[in-house]
């Protein structure tokens, strides 16, 4: 689903070790949710905006008569895989071998569109296939929700972002009243994600491209539109021609993994130098832009250098662990194979009670981790790597079960 935003790598990659466990004990993360008690009085309520925003009367009513909320999407919200599976099985899902044979399928069968809009827009054919795979699975699983009732019913009800949900619905309708799709056409996800490669409507209306020249920006029934939308979108994110969006690789004994902390991006030539290789020994390539490490499941864990091309992967969505899905699935549809390096599967990531224990006992050695919320932000990273270097621990920032162990063996306050 598209979102935005590269400042948001390291805030992804937080998100990632926030909830790569279970879903949160307790109702504390729903509570902002609520089915909205009246959503006739709120369309009511946003009828004049649509229509100060080129909505006409004609097709607001059309689209909202007797609309009635969708209970479904406000529970979906709380649960979105990337945000509550670990990596390794998240990945494990979307790069399956069934997704693989399909993804190389689709080379065949549209190669010539995949080709063009790759001239065009200079992004990696495989690349823009893998969202395909990843957002609908080719255009087989893109939602059949009314795009226009979840955004009320999220506009509505989801107090958390409502100005948010209000700007996508007014969007919608605004895409209605252009006349590129239907209203019954206008089917996507519970978030109102829509068409081939799940744009949400304010991205539609910024980056949605009509390649096949119809006279309609249709993606929901043109492959061509979709998939031209996508690398649009990428391109317009940064997407740099040439770059890979990253690649796996292996650390030599001894390495200083506080090098996989925020800004410490590099060439290629430092990596190298500090005995960085890839899989089979292989020497870590040249990039234009430096190349960031990433531990997505810690010290513990496969290790990757990725691009400014994974930013604007990113973009697409903030969750690290879907970057990286897309990546490695447009890799094996390439030709390129698996990941290597084992993750571990048998450290259990932490639960929220977990992690607000965790930001606890982080404060009592005074490490400031702001507020013992279970969200692994920036602020908690800092903490967590502060004291792995005091203990003389990989310095990962990972929020792992082992250090919750370390954690609860030293104490109280570092201080005393």
Do not use: C
């Not at 790069?95 to 399928?105: D, L, P, Q």
């Amino acid at each position: 689903m598209v979102t935005s935003g590269w400042s948001r790598f390291i805030a992804g990659l937080a998100v990632l070790t926030a909830t790569v466990a279970a879903p949160a004990t307790g109702q504390s993360s729903q509570s902002h949710l609520a089915p909205p008690a009246g959503l006739e009085s709120f369309l009511n309520e946003v009828r004049g905006e649509a229509l100060a925003a080129g909505v006409s009367a004609a097709t607001f009513e059309r689209a909202t008569r007797g609309l009635e909320p969708d209970p479904q999407v406000l529970a979906l919200g709380s649960a979105q895989p990337e945000f509550v599976k670990p990596v390794w099985d998240y990945m494990a899902g979307l790069v399956s071998e069934a997704r693989i044979a399909a993804g190389r399928e689709r080379v065949a069968q549209y190669g010539q569109t995949l080709a063009a809009v790759e001239r065009a827009y200079g992004v990696d054919r495989h690349v823009v296939l893998a969202i395909w795979g990843v957002e609908s699975n080719f255009g087989t699983a893109a939602g059949e929700r009314s795009v226009i009732r979840s955004l009320a019913t999220l506009a509505a009800g989801d107090a958390r972002r409502p100005r948010f949900w209000r700007a996508e619905l007014i969007a919608a309708l605004r895409i209605l009243e252009q006349g590129d799709v239907a209203p019954e056409r206008m089917t996507g996800s519970w978030a109102g994600a829509m068409g081939h490669t799940q744009f949400m409507p304010t991205t539609y209306r910024a980056r949605a491209v009509d390649f096949d020249r119809d006279g309609r920006r249709d993606i929901w029934g043109s492959i061509s539109d979709s998939l031209a939308s996508t690398a649009n979108y990428l391109k317009a994110s940064g997407w740099r021609t040439g770059d890979p969006w990253g690649f796996e690789v292996i650390l030599p004994d001894g390495f200083d993994h506080a090098l996989s902390g925020p800004g410490r991006s590099q060439p290629a030539s430092a990596w190298r130098r500090l005995g960085v290789v890839r899989p089979g020994g292989v020497a870590v390539r040249e990039t234009a832009s430096p190349l960031q490490l990433l531990l997505p499941a810690g010290a513990q864990g496969p290790a990757f250098l990725v691009t400014g091309n994974f930013r604007a992967i990113l973009r697409y969505n903030p969750a690290v662990a879907y970057a990286l899905a897309v990546g490695h699935l447009a890799d094996r549809i390439a030709g390129g194979e698996p990941v290597m390096a084992s993750w571990p599967v048998s450290d259990r990531p932490l639960a929220r009670a977990e992690r607000e224990e965790l930001q606890s006992r982080l404060r009592q050695h005074g490490l400031d981790t702001g507020l013992p919320d279970g969200i692994i932000g920036n602020q908690s990273r800092a903490a967590i790597r502060a004291f792995q270097r005091i203990r003389g621990l990989p310095e990962d920032g990972y929020p792992s079960q082992r250090l919750l162990d370390v954690l609860r063996q030293a104490g109280g306050s570092m201080k005393e």
